[in-house]
């Protein structure tokens, strides 16, 4: 542990026990008090890293800490604790003759030193601290957030802890997957990332062993170039409001519902179209408006993805623009009842198929003429009625 604050106790590397620790932090808190000086944030810290270092110690691990210290202080702290424990002991067999075996007690064992972390009350046996817990196996050292890596004798890191009871390593499991990332509870919870063995790969947050907050999922080996999805997950799904990148250059922003665009959102081609509006089941379904490269734009219903229902065509663009078509659409295509609105001012009131006029249809021409008849292929055909403004009537077959 790098210590983030000066102090003449900690000056060297050295393996020392929790119980020094503890009393050179029992020494600066009260420093702290008298002088009121601004460390008590790094006391927090060191105190946080106690209690961690704790739990470890309480899986019966061999462990050790990096701290700055003086040499000669510490080895004469060792020797008064071991001193004091034979005097103990040796009082305790003072008394032995004197009281019955089911009553005796060994006073080493009762003696304890409390330690005050975050509220939490540790007992520690001081004969162990001695003898069984020196801490010797591994090196620690504290990163900027306020993790604990340690280390092995070769200079691996495995694990990480920190103040709220997450542990931090890396499993491989037998289907291929790899996750890196924390742990609570033997399950995988916190930030992480999973190496799946078809190559995609998640990093975010994990809950109860799932994933579960924010995060990005990855479905390509190459993260720069595949698919991704970036944005809330709930229960290992992406849920929630998100964006999706595709390698082709598409990209959505939008809701999510069990990896689908589910609820409003903006899809964005990589031709500069652009939808806006309304998804179900990962379909364009409901209300929205497509925006198109070129100006036009079309607003109303939208169904399996596709223009179907009722809906406005703006021409924005080419020979048609300032024209405007209301009325029925399907799969792209004016189909159905509908009004086509000339730039000149004559509207055509009729039907279409496929994208034309065909069927009965009348024209009222800005002049105030009206003429009625059928309609094929977008020609006339058959016989056509016209009346003019001035109210005199006019037939003629086409």
């Not at 495995?158 to 890396?170: A, D, H, I, P």
């Not at 009206?370 to 058959?382: A, C, P, Q, S, T």
Request: with cysteine; glycine share 12%; proline share 0%.
């Amino acid at each position: 542990m790098s210590a983030r604050f000066k102090s003449n106790i900690f000056e060297k590397e050295k393996g020392v026990t929790l119980l020094q620790i503890a009393e050179e932090l029992e020494k600066l808190v009260s420093k702290l008090n008298n002088n009121k000086t601004d460390l008590n944030q790094a006391v927090g810290q060191l105190k946080s890293i106690l209690l961690s270092i704790y739990r470890i110690i309480n899986e019966n691990e061999k462990v050790s800490i990096r701290i700055e210290s003086n040499e000669e202080q510490l080895k004469k702290k060792v020797k008064e604790l071991e001193e004091e424990i034979k005097k103990e002991k040796k009082e305790t067999d003072s008394v032995k003759d004197e009281k019955s075996k089911d009553t005796s007690k060994d006073v080493s064992q009762e003696a304890k030193v409390e330690l005050n972390l975050n509220n939490n009350v540790v007992n520690l046996n001081k004969e162990e601290l001695i003898n069984n817990l020196k801490l010797e196996q591994y090196n620690f050292t504290n990163s900027c957030n306020n993790l604990i890596y340690y280390q092995n004798k070769e200079g691996q890191k495995n694990n990480v802890f920190n103040n709220t009871g997450y542990v931090q390593k890396t499993e491989t499991y037998k289907n291929g997957n790899r996750y890196e990332g924390q742990f609570r509870n033997g399950l995988r919870e916190g930030k992480g990332t999973m190496y799946y063995n078809n190559g995609f790969s998640y990093e975010g947050d994990w809950k109860n062993g799932v994933r579960d907050g924010i995060g990005v999922y990855y479905l390509s080996k190459d993260k720069d170039k595949g698919d991704r999805y970036e944005g809330e997950f709930k229960n290992g799904q992406a849920d929630g409001k998100g964006a999706s990148y595709y390698s082709n250059g598409d990209k959505y922003e939008g809701f999510y519902k069990n990896w689908n665009k589910n609820g409003k959102g903006t899809y964005y081609y990589n031709n500069g179209d652009k939808y806006i509006g309304e998804f179900l089941d990962d379909k364009a379904q409901g209300k929205g408006a497509y925006y198109y490269k070129n100006g036009n734009k079309y607003e109303g219903d939208f169904k399996n993805d596709v223009p179907n229902g009722k809906g406005v065509y703006y021409y924005n663009c080419g020979e048609f623009k300032g024209d405007k078509y209301e009325g029925d659409h399907k799969n792209w295509n004016k189909d159905g009842k509908g009004y086509y609105y000339y730039k000149n001012g004559d509207v055509y009131d009729g039907e279409f198929k496929n994208d034309v006029k065909e069927g009965k249809g009348i024209v009222y021409y800005k002049n105030g003429d009206r003429e009625m008849g059928n309609y094929l292929n977008d020609k006339k055909v058959g016989k056509h009625v016209k009346l003019s403004a001035n109210g005199k009537v006019t037939q003629k077959n086409y």
